[in-house]
């Protein structure tokens, strides 16, 4: 995520089911102007589909217990469809439109840097030729 500061390892290993990590950052604003933070816990991941869950055990944003879900779908002509999902409770007195316009928006910003390193990496591969 384009605004996430910091990524520690709290237990487990990264890529096994029950590898916790807390991220902070920017990636919700707070009122007093803090980062924010996530333990995040991974719940499953599946090289061969290319796809992973993971919940968010606690925060100071509000999105405990949501549980994220990301999967690749290779079209197979050179595009991939990204599908990343979330169900979430949202928290008393916010608008389920807000949470959800604002994770659209996080999700795209992530999409478009995986996409940008791919192109980086891609223009490196030709350079190199």
């Not at 990343?84 to 008393?92: A, K, R, T, V």
């Not at 390193?117 to 350079?127: F, G, L, P, Q, R």
Request: glycine share 10%; hydrophobic share 35%.
């Amino acid at each position: 995520m384009p605004t996430v500061e910091r990524c520690i390892d709290l237990v487990g290993d990264e890529g096994v089911p029950g590898y916790v990590r807390l991220v902070s950052g920017f990636m919700f604003p707070q009122q007093d102007g803090e980062s924010s933070w996530i333990k995040e816990r991974l719940v499953a991941m599946d090289s061969t589909s290319h796809s992973y869950v993971y919940k968010m055990e606690a925060s100071n944003v509000g999105l405990d217990g949501s549980i994220n879900s990301l999967k690749l779908i290779d079209y197979g002509d050179g595009s991939t469809l990204v599908n990343w999902s979330f169900e979430i409770d949202p928290l008393e007195g916010t608008l389920e439109d807000n949470i959800i316009d604002y994770l659209g928006f996080l999700y795209k910003s992530c999409i478009n840097r995986i996409q940008g390193a791919i192109e980086d990496a891609n223009k490196k591969v030709y350079e190199t030729c």
